[in-house]
């Protein structure tokens, strides 16, 4: 069974640009989520979708922040303009329906200069 | 907010011995998990714990869960260098299904 993608693995921008990643989880997973997880912290919950219908956003920086699951399936993270703080890594999990156990993909380290 | 708290934040021992963190939480949940990071890389699940099991064993871990004090601890025994990474605790509150990850407890097992 093919774990969760995500890409770019690294990406570097600067400040006030815009950056976008991609999350394609594991097939039939119902349940998808991004997380932000700057360097010696747990990871936060950003967006949690069910489906393609938003289960949970309250923790979404939505003034630059943004997110979609089209067709219920992939989803995109989007920063538009990034900030210095926004220097993280951003996981991307998915879970099958009304379990609880999380299969996160390798991640996407943001480097914002 | 954080709602998992690791101790203690780094752990450092020799291989072969056993390892012990502990995670405390603060509302009620309906169940409790472990996840373990490797530097550089995505989170592993390793073992969920409901509300109602006080113990709960998988290889050489074991979990247990006091929900009368809010706390559950993760022992690794006989650890091996390959178990250095972070481990963390992740709970939800009862009745919700976003759940929480704590601050880690980084582990160095020294061959």
């Known amino acids: 069974e093919a774990g969760v993608a995500q890409s770019p693995r690294y990406k570097i921008i600067e400040k006030r640009q815009s950056v976008a990643f991609w999350c394609n989880p594991i097939?039939?997973?119902?349940?998808l989520y991004w997380y932000q997880q700057i360097l010696g912290q747990g990871p936060k919950l950003l967006i949690q979708?069910?489906?393609?219908?938003?289960?949970?956003d309250s923790q979404l920086p939505k003034d630059r922040f943004s997110a979609e699951r089209l067709k219920g399936v992939d989803s995109t993270l989007k920063i538009q303009p990034a900030k210095l703080e926004d220097s993280a890594v951003y996981l991307c999990?998915?879970?099958?329906?009304?379990?609880?156990?999380?299969?996160f993909g390798p991640g996407t380290r943001l480097t914002v200069l | 907010s954080q709602q998992g708290e690791e101790d203690p934040q780094a752990l450092s021992i020799q291989e072969g011995e056993n390892a012990t963190m502990n995670c405390s939480y603060k509302?009620?949940?309906?169940?409790l998990q472990w996840y373990r990071q490797n530097s550089g890389r995505g989170l592993v699940h390793l073992i969920l714990?409901?509300?109602?099991?006080r113990e709960k064993h998988s290889g050489r871990l074991r979990v247990t869960l006091d929900t009368s004090k809010k706390s559950s601890s993760l022992l690794i025994t006989a650890s091996r260098a390959a178990d250095t990474a972070s481990y963390f605790c992740?709970?939800?509150?009862?009745?919700?299904?976003?759940?929480?990850f704590g601050t880690g407890t980084r582990l160095k097992v020294l061959a």
């Open positions: 999990a998915s879970s099958a329906l009304g379990r609880a156990e999380q299969f």
């Open positions: 097939s039939g997973h119902a349940t």
């Open positions: 979708f069910q489906n393609n219908g938003v289960v949970d």
């Open positions: 509302t009620s949940i309906n169940n």
């Open positions: 714990i409901r509300s109602n099991e």
């Open positions: 992740a709970t939800a509150t009862s009745g919700t299904y976003k759940y929480i």
